[in-house]
């Protein structure tokens, strides 16, 4: 049987929008696979990056949902916001059910069943699917590099369930499962999961890039290399959540630039050809933690040793991006230069009394 | 599950468990209409840039910058000759007061909107024919009397709407202060002569040599034209009040720069000139003297030091950067000299008020000095000379009393630039004669219509400030300098000082515009909205729409929108049109619509009902 080629989608990137001096954004696809008309919270964050995300694949593409946020809040009544193909998985399932659409969709090529390029296939997983309950069968397909970008939206904890504490929810983050009080006064002793350098590492032959709803081209972007990529690639996207992460909405895209500028959210990406991180990407601004931890409820009982912390667990992060650390980030990591945080007594005293 | 794809059969196309409607990229999924969620509604209103604000004239700054940015210079042309007669004059002249205004000044430097708008401005020159045609003739007569700045912007006005107008112009070339008042090596004279064939191509009659009151007759202007504008300028040069101000030697500061300006002069600097005054002209006399062959310059002012002087700072940075010597504090109070000056006595002096139109309060106290000069030049203001104006139209002030239209008492006679705004707080500059004569112009067509006239000075929206953008998408930017021939070169000739901008450098430079407070549809509400309800068909300023049947109200696009158009109403201010919570599920009817009923019944309880309806 003659072998058929694989038509591939290659799909073009998109020129920056700073244009000398000017802001102005570069021309988007007309197509909209997702469409408003959805339960989730206003200012929703992975709802940002999901309309991102799949405006910039286009319509030909196959988008799989394991249990989360976009799962639970958008698939009311059976009724989605999707005008792509879309299907819910199990929490656990979601490498292993993308992996097995990827295989499906070769295998039907392979046999002239299915005439046409073939199509983007993208998992959206949570971060408590991506890095907990589903770590493993999404390693497992990035393992046997089937052709599909695999995104986790990093909302830093298990939102959809009413705000509990995931493996990437960071150093002093509050939640249901991690309250503050006398004994834990910074609520979440345990530094953040780190998700996606553990793919890069563990699994070399796949793309993988880190980004934030705060950079909306970049982020474009990357799922486009990802998708034009030959062979997995995965994708981890910082994405606010209103509800967790106790702030006011219309700072969902500003906490997306504050995280970076902060340096708590390193952007990166790994060239599977060269084996390598590249750090290139430099935000605008570098600013304390203090900044980025202020505009956020979950963070309010912070005393000034745990922001101390923050910072120092951020100005590594700089270190490792090879960025040179101005005096007044050093200075901002000794806690003798930091002020608590405004409700830092009373969140021990009231977890006290209960 | 999404049914897209799946062919359901007519009996099943009921809401039913498991078969719901698939969405639509028109109308989103729209058993969710999540709009009743909101708040706070996003709103699209355009404010007033603060640059157009500023401007004397108006002229829609931001919006031929914009077009610049894209490339589009015909159509950024004919954007700035809607306000702007002659925009390559101003670009060379003006005192540019959207500079100071504007917002990028408090960032990081101001846009050179002067040199983008003299680019404008030469690009229309070299054009074979104007953007700009006249109106479709309307039979009716208008005589506007002078050629200066005020009078060629209303006679420029009334020419598109379609009168047939005749200026009228004493010296024997037009041009008015912007020939008399302003040097070649700011504004060289074929620049002008070029925008004045732009009018006559318009179809109006310049009559030079014609003087009001001498040529021609007030009854005759009354009686040969349906309506007449004066724009006459103050002509005639202020006297300092000194002893032996008529010796040979000195000179006036207009007279001065007029008679070089229409080749007439006749006067013969020595090597040592003093410039009595503070102001613009005083710097353009100065800066002057020095290409007339003067070795030593000094201007000598009341004003205490620099930053009290009533100039531009530029020019007076330029001034210095030439040479020229100041001297403050000091008021002239007599030339001496045996019939021509020799020396001037200075006595040390003030101004008696807060601002420098105050009278000067001279220190006799202290000894004058005495300071050799060869000539001196005096130019402390001018006022005007109307001695054909019948008395009941003068004011207090020597000028034209008008009412707030422009118009004296209820004749068809409208006044307009300096002669009326002399006085009022008004600066007298180009820019604001120009603004005056296009309102007074449009007040002229309102009398001869019929219609209600229009105050001269407009009440203002909302001024964009710097707090209401979004500051992060603008990263810093120098300012593209203008190239500017070296003070060393320049002080002799009466070549141009200050060098136009290339078509890069434009571009470059209008790039920097924060659009302020308008749309520019640069996609950032579009691409943020977590819905997406924000959706555009054409990517354009006010096309953009957003879908309140979806909109939850998060208020994204308004912190993200980064020139500050987008602003946030309470969604109790719309009294039509308003989706009000019910039920998530009520408003599209059909559907789940059947769970609402108990709310949709419920404005006619009894209130005692309602609060325990459930």
């Avoid at chain 1, 499906?104 to 390029?117: F, N, P, S, T, V």
């Avoid at chain 2, 969710?32 to 604000?53: E, H, S």
């Avoid at chain 2, 402390?380 to 009393?401: C, M, Y």
């Avoid at chain 2, 219609?451 to 209401?468: F, K, S």
């Amino acid at each position: 049987m003659p072998a058929i080629e694989i038509q591939r989608q290659m799909l073009p990137m998109f020129p920056s929008p700073n244009q000398g001096a000017r802001f102005y954004n570069p021309e988007l696809p007309e197509t909209e696979p997702f469409v408003p008309g959805h339960r989730t919270c206003a200012g929703c964050g992975p709802s940002i990056q999901y309309r991102m995300t799949s405006k910039a694949s286009g319509d030909n593409t196959i988008l799989v949902g394991p249990t989360g946020c976009m799962y639970v809040a958008n698939s009311s009544y059976l009724c989605t916001p999707y005008n792509v193909p879309w299907a819910h998985t199990q929490i656990g399932s979601s490498g292993s059910f993308t992996a097995g659409v990827a295989a499906a969709y070769e295998a039907m090529i392979r046999k002239g069943k299915w005439k046409g390029a073939f199509p983007n296939i993208i998992c959206e997983a949570g971060d408590g699917s991506a890095s907990d309950i589903g770590l493993a069968s999404i390693s497992g397909a990035l393992y046997r590099n089937h052709d599909c970008l695999i995104i986790c939206y990093d909302n830093e904890q298990y939102a959809n369930t009413g705000i509990q504490a995931s493996s990437r929810t960071p150093y002093g983050g509050m939640t249901t499962f991690s309250p503050p009080g006398p004994t834990i006064p910074e609520a979440k002793k345990l530094f953040p999961k780190d998700l996606a350098r553990m793919m890069a590492a563990g699994h070399p032959h796949c793309y993988v890039a880190t980004a934030s709803v705060g950079y909306p081209i970049d982020l474009m972007n990357k799922v486009r290399k990802g998708l034009n990529h030959k062979g997995a690639s995965y994708l981890m996207v910082y994405t606010p959540c209103q509800k967790g992460f106790v702030y006011e909405t219309p700072r969902s895209i500003d906490l997306g630039r504050l995280v970076v500028e902060c340096g708590l959210y390193p952007i990166w990406e790994w060239n599977p050809e060269k084996r390598e991180f590249d750090y290139s990407f430099r935000p605008q601004n570098m600013r304390p933690v203090s900044e980025y931890l202020k505009l956020q409820g979950r963070f309010g009982h912070l005393h000034a040793e745990h922001i101390a912390t923050l910072q120092k667990f951020a100005n590594e992060q700089w270190r490792m991006m090879k960025v040179e650390l101005p005096a007044a980030l050093i200075r901002a990591a000794d806690a003798k230069n930091l002020v608590d945080m405004a409700s830092a007594e009373a969140a021990a005293a009231i977890a006290e009394t209960v | 599950m999404s049914t897209k794809g799946t062919h359901i059969p007519d009996w099943l196309a009921v809401p039913f468990a498991g078969i719901t409607p698939a969405p639509s990229q028109e109308r989103g999924q729209d058993l969710f209409p999540t709009g009743n969620w909101r708040a706070i509604r996003p709103v699209y209103r355009d404010k007033m840039p603060p640059c157009n604000n500023a401007c004397g004239t108006n002229e829609k700054i931001q919006g031929y910058l914009d077009l610049v940015k894209r490339g589009k210079y015909l159509d950024a042309y004919a954007l700035i000759k809607e306000d702007m007669p002659f925009p390559s004059v101003t670009g060379r002249v003006c005192y540019h007061p959207c500079e100071q205004a504007c917002n990028r000044g408090q960032y990081d430097e101001a846009i050179s909107i002067r040199a983008v708008e003299r680019f404008l401005g030469d690009l229309g020159q070299a054009l074979p024919r104007d953007v700009v045609t006249a109106g479709r003739p309307n039979g009716k007569k208008v005589a506007v009397v002078g050629s200066g700045p005020a009078g060629h912007s209303a006679a420029y006005q009334l020419a598109r709407l379609g009168y047939t107008v005749t200026v009228l112009e004493k010296s024997p070339k037009a041009g008015g202060l912007n020939r008399g008042g302003i040097p070649d090596w700011v504004l060289p004279q074929d620049v002008l002569d070029r925008e004045i064939e732009r009018l006559v191509e318009l179809g109006i009659t310049i009559k030079t040599n014609t003087e009001v009151g001498k040529d021609v007759s007030w009854d005759e202007l009354k009686k040969n034209y349906d309506a007449c504008v004066l724009a006459v300028g103050l002509t005639e040069p202020n006297s300092v009040r000194a002893d032996g101000e008529d010796k040979h030697g000195v000179v006036y500061g207009l007279p001065f720069l007029r008679d070089i300006g229409m080749g007439t002069s006749k006067v013969k600097l020595g090597p040592r000139v003093a410039v009595i005054g503070g102001g613009n002209t005083a710097i353009d006399c100065a800066r002057e003297a020095l290409r007339q062959g003067a070795e030593e310059v000094t201007m000598i002012t009341v004003e205490g030091n620099t930053s009290e002087m009533p100039c531009v700072p530029e020019d007076l940075h330029d001034m210095v950067a030439e040479g020229v010597e100041l001297m403050h504090g000091r008021a002239m109070t007599a030339a001496l000299g045996n019939g021509k000056v020799e020396a001037l006595q200075l006595c040390r002096a003030r101004f008696s008020g807060a601002i420098n139109a105050s009278p000067i309060a001279v220190d006799r106290e202290s000894p004058a000095e005495r300071f050799a000069v060869d000539n001196v030049i005096i130019a402390v203001g001018q006022h005007a000379s109307l001695p054909w104006l019948p008395d009941e139209f003068k004011n207090e002030r020597g000028t034209i009393r008008i009412d707030r239209f422009g118009r004296l008492g209820d004749t068809n006679f409208f006044a307009a630039g300096d002669v009326v705004q002399v006085g009022s707080g008004q600066p007298l500059m180009v820019v604001n004669a120009v603004g005056d004569g296009k309102r007074v112009a449009f007040n002229v067509d309102k009398v001869l219509r019929g219609v209600p006239l229009q105050e001269r000075m407009v009440p203002i929206d909302v001024i964009t400030d710097l707090a209401r953008m979004n500051m992060t998408y603008f990263p810093k930017f120098p300012r593209v300098r203008q190239a500017m021939l070296e003070p060393a070169s320049r002080r002799r000739t009466q070549d141009e000082v200050i060098q136009a901008y290339s078509e890069e450098q434009a571009t470059e430079e209008a790039n920097r515009c924060f659009s302020c407070g308008t749309c520019n549809a640069c996609d950032n509400c579009y691409l943020v909205c977590p819905e997406p309800c924000i959706v555009r068909s054409v990517r354009s300023n006010g096309l953009y729409k957003i879908l309140v049947d979806y909109c939850k109200g998060c208020r994204v696009c308004i912190e993200e929108c980064p020139t500050g158009c987008l602003e946030g109403v309470p969604e109790l201010d719309f009294d039509t049109g308003v989706v009000r919570m019910d039920t998530a599920f009520a408003i599209t009817p059909g559907l789940h619509g059947r769970q609402a009923e108990e709310l949709r019944r419920l404005p006619d309880k009894a209130p005692k009902d309602i609060e325990n309806w459930r």
